[in-house]
């Protein structure tokens, strides 16, 4: 079975400071990748996505994530955190096998730091 | 361009009683899909469907029914609520005609009491 991965529930940083979210997934066939980004009592809102091609995709906000097919990840950065980034993000696979779900990790909320 | 759209946005429902979330979109879209959120699970997929008279269960599918009789349109029941089904649901679609980007609705907000 397919599944999503985001290590870390919580992840503090410093206003300024490097951005490192990351995700993993579980899947035998070349994925579509997602990240999306949460603001308290709002809907979910696509920050960038992975279907084929350049590996380094880059989102809204400068978010960008990079696909490694080797390690099975789509970690998300951002060189300079603002405190505007302070949201739940949620990284999200669709398989284009046995279903066409689409899976959503636990989502990892960040703390931003004055 | 209304996207999906959810509705009721709020609902209080006692145990045992029935509702039915509405959930429709206007961009064609082969794949809907309807999640719950709870606080630390993320979304967790409740049923889905791949087109027009086909759907099939997720992750949590109990308590739940839907039916995809067009396109644009896929509602999610509550058979009989249970306090256990207090949550923020989500429908969401996608297709081949978006890059398959997911769309969300709003979400709905549902207590049951």
């Known amino acids: 079975a397919q599944s999503v991965t985001q290590l870390g529930s919580h992840v503090s940083v410093s206003e300024g400071a490097l951005v490192l979210l990351r995700c993993n997934y579980s899947?035998?066939?070349?994925?579509?990748l997602f990240w999306y980004v949460q603001y308290p009592n709002q809907g979910l809102q696509l920050l960038l996505k992975y279907t084929t091609g350049a590996t380094l995709v880059k989102g809204i906000n400068g978010f960008e994530a990079e696909f490694k097919k080797s390690e099975t990840s789509f970690h998300l950065t951002k060189p300079s955190a603002h405190m505007s980034d302070a949201a739940e993000y949620f990284c999200a696979v669709i398989v284009e096998t046995g279903g066409f779900k689409t899976i959503f990790g636990a989502g990892t909320r960040l703390f931003v730091k004055a | 361009n209304a996207g999906v759209t959810q509705t009721p946005k709020f609902q209080v429902l006692k145990t045992g009683q029935s509702m039915t979330l509405q959930c429709a979109q206007d961009m064609n879209h082969e794949y809907m899909s309807w999640y719950r959120q709870d606080p630390g699970m993320g979304l967790r997929l409740i049923h889905y469907s791949v087109g027009a008279g086909i759907t099939d269960q997720g992750e949590v599918p109990n308590g739940y029914n839907v039916s995809r009789s067009t396109t644009e349109d896929f509602p999610l029941r509550l058979l009989s609520a249970a306090p256990s089904q207090t949550s923020v649901y989500f429908c969401?679609?996608?297709?081949?005609?978006?890059?398959?980007?997911?769309?969300f609705g709003e979400g709905s907000w549902l207590t049951v009491v």
């Open positions: 969401a679609s996608r297709g081949a005609s978006s890059g398959n980007t997911i769309y």
């Open positions: 899947s035998s066939v070349p994925p579509y």
